[in-house]
């Protein structure tokens, strides 16, 4: 069945440095891929989807390619702020399946250090 | 933009009883909505589909007659914990698909449940 595999956090940064967070994917059909950020205490926002291969999502510096060859959509920031501390969730949404589930990795959480 | 909301945001209960949680597109309209459980530190576990004016499809291992769920309009769908017990204690947040070509989820604000 569908899966997605995120890299285990949690992960520690100090402000300005750079940011990868690995997220690769199994999948029946050609899905569409997600990057949902969850600050404490609160519910997901969408921060960046691609829809097929080659396709790079982008939003608040964050960047994410979909890699169909390695079935990978890693999610990078070059330069991270205090306040992009979170928790990230890879999600695939895949058509062939129907239903419109979405599929989530375990999340890795991100603090950032001043 | 596309806003989903959650009520209430915190809700601490006696063990036994029963609390309803409210999923509202502000918005748009939604034929169908999800619901999650997230555990500390884990990721999203969908719980059920809620399809408007249908039953909702339960994922395995989820029991349907303690979580009841009923999407009675396209603007809202409601999870039931009945005769709560400490180990439902979590965060259930709910979703809502927008039918407009796009595969995109809205997401709630979650809901912290208590139960003691």
């Known amino acids: 069945g569908d899966s997605v595999t995120q890299m285990e956090g949690p992960v520690t940064l100090s402000e300005e440095a750079f940011l990868t967070i690995n997220c690769t994917y199994t999948a029946t059909g050609y899905p569409s891929l997600f990057w949902y950020v969850q600050y404490p205490g609160e519910g997901l926002q969408l921060l960046l989807k691609?829809?097929?291969?080659?396709d790079k999502g982008s939003n608040k510096g964050f960047e994410a390619t979909y890699r169909k060859e390695t079935t990978s959509f890693h999610l990078e920031k070059g330069s991270v702020q205090v306040s992009d501390s979170a928790v990230y969730f890879c999600?695939?949404?895949?058509?062939?399946?129907?239903?419109?589930?979405?599929?989530f990795g375990t999340g890795t959480s991100l603090t950032v250090i001043p | 933009g596309a806003v989903v909301s959650q009520h209430p945001s915190r809700v601490i209960c006696k063990s036994g009883t029963s609390v309803k949680i409210e999923c509202r597109s502000l918005?748009?309209?939604?034929?169908?909505m999800f619901w999650y459980r997230q555990f500390p530190k884990q990721s999203l576990m969908l719980m059920a589909t809620?399809?408007?004016?249908?039953?909702?499809?339960?994922e395995q291992g989820v029991e349907k007659d303690k979580f009841l769920i009923n999407h009675a309009s396209l603007t809202l769908s409601t999870l039931t914990v009945t005769s709560a017990h400490p180990e439902d204690s979590s965060f259930y947040i709910c979703s809502a698909y927008r039918d407009t070509g796009s595969d995109e989820q809205y997401f709630g604000p979650g809901t912290r449940l208590t139960v003691t």
């Open positions: 809620s399809n408007e004016g249908s039953k909702a499809t339960y």
């Open positions: 691609a829809t097929k291969a080659d």
């Open positions: 918005d748009f309209q939604a034929t169908t």
């Open positions: 999600a695939l949404s895949d058509p062939f399946i129907g239903g419109n589930q979405f599929y």
